[in-house]
């Protein structure tokens, strides 16, 4: 039997996604050692450390850069530290899993990405979502719906006697993505950031625009206000359209994220992570339903029925138990995208999302904000792309 490598880790930045996610994720994970926090603050590494079993707190990060005894680094830190640590790290031998968006400015990503392709050392950039159990199923339907499978006829069909053809109209990509947030759930510098939500959260849905469709992108278009309420087109050279709608004026208990995508006659869906339907291949299932987070063992019923009537049980019980209502956590990858970088560290599997995929990210998402300031469309060059 394989004997498990141990990867020893530090983690740089312990704010709210580092407490929620990263480090609950590295504590259960057998491949992880936790020999450092870090953060800015003293007390909130300290508390991360007795919380999280690490060996030791520390308030530098320029520190855990050279430190011996960290072999990988995750960085969770605000997008205001990026390349700053990045490229040290990789000069230092060390490989860094970094919270996305890789960097708002490209000069810096261009750097990044030259250090990692000068020492060998890979950035993974967290675009987790690439990593949800329902996403890589959404994904994998929607390339076998590209790959040229007839379709089944739908229930409605005005002329039986005639032949399904698919000609390069049908087989464009339509897909819809829409994100339902809450101010409330945002910390001060969700509204601060004069490029607010447009960039720090829809790189992750432009990540995955750019992972679904096939061709590259030549137009966008951006309407509403960075920090939220806003929607964003994106044209792909091949006449496929994803369009990203975006609002911080919902309640958080409903569910975030909805995709929908259509081509060659069928559909495919993903909601909130937990369930995946399609309908036009006969050969695969119409529903799936896929768990919630470990720590939502309360909530018993799976898929988006199930997800209500938790919902509706657990107003009922927080109320006669007088106490807050607990949140119905969902698997968006953040675990599984950590372990896939560390079969890639060790030479099992692919980056799952290397720093090279992250720039073009990024760039449109400067983009978008561009086209909300001017009210208008942008066309895209190739060079959108480069690397």
Same mark, same amino acid.
């Given at each position: ?8 880790? =530090?983690?740089? !930045? ?12 590295? *504590?259960?994970?057998?491949?992880? %050692? ?22 030791? =707190? ?24 990026? !390349? ?12 860094? +899993? $970094? ?20 020492? !060998? ?23 076998? =719906? ?5 379709? $089944? ?16 109209? %049908? ?73 990203? *709608? ?16 259509t081509t060659r006659y069928i559909t495919v869906a993903l909601d ?19 768990? +919630? ?7 018993? *019923?799976?898929?988006?029925?199930? +997800? ?72 895209? !060059? ?6």
């Open positions: 039997m394989e004997k498990t490598k141990i990867h020893r880790v =530090a983690v740089v !930045g312990c704010g709210a996604l580092a407490q929620a996610a990263h480090l609950p994720n590295i *504590q259960r994970n057998p491949r992880f %050692e936790l020999v450092l926090t870090c953060d800015r603050e003293e007390k909130v590494a300290e508390m991360c450390r007795a919380q999280f079993g690490a060996q030791r =707190a520390e308030t530098d990060w320029r520190k855990v850069v050279t430190d011996p005894e960290v072999d990988l680094i995750v960085l969770a830190t605000h997008v205001n530290l990026r !390349g700053e640590l990045i490229i040290p790290a990789l000069k230092n031998g060390k490989p860094v +899993y $970094t919270e996305k968006p890789l960097s708002p400015d490209d000069r810096e990503m261009r750097e990044i990405v030259k250090t990692t392709r000068e020492t !060998g050392i890979p950035v993974c950039v967290g675009h987790n979502r690439r990593s949800s159990p329902a996403m890589l199923e959404f994904r994998r339907l929607l390339e076998k =719906a590209r790959s040229g499978v007839s379709p $089944t006829r739908p229930s409605v069909d005005r002329d039986l006697n005639r032949k399904i053809t698919i000609d390069h109209k %049908e087989a464009r990509t339509q897909i819809l993505m829409r994100i339902n947030d809450d101010d409330r759930s945002w910390k001060d510098w969700g509204f601060r950031d004069a490029q607010g939500t447009m960039f720090a959260e829809m790189v992750h849905f432009i990540d995955l625009a750019l992972w679904f469709n096939e061709g590259s992108p030549v137009r966008l278009f951006a309407e509403g206000a960075p920090h939220g309420n806003f929607t964003l087109v994106l044209k792909f050279s091949d006449g496929s359209i994803t369009t990203m *709608q975006h609002t911080r004026i919902g309640n958080f208990d409903y569910p975030k994220e909805l995709f929908e995508a909130q992570h937990i369930e995946v339907r399609q309908v036009g291949m006969a050969d695969e299932p119409v529903l799936q339903t896929f768990p +919630y987070a470990e720590d939502c063992g309360w909530a018993k *019923q799976e898929g988006m029925t199930g +997800y209500f009537l938790s919902l509706i049980e657990e107003r009922k019980q927080a109320l006669s138990e007088n106490r807050p209502l607990r949140f119905l956590n969902v698997k968006k990858g953040h675990y599984q995208h950590l372990d896939r970088f560390l079969d890639c560290l060790e030479g099992k599997c692919p980056n799952p999302c290397d720093a090279e995929s992250a720039v073009p990210v990024n760039r449109l998402a400067m983009k978008f904000l561009e086209s909300a300031a001017s009210g208008l469309p942008i066309n895209l !060059g190739p060079e959108i792309m480069e690397v």
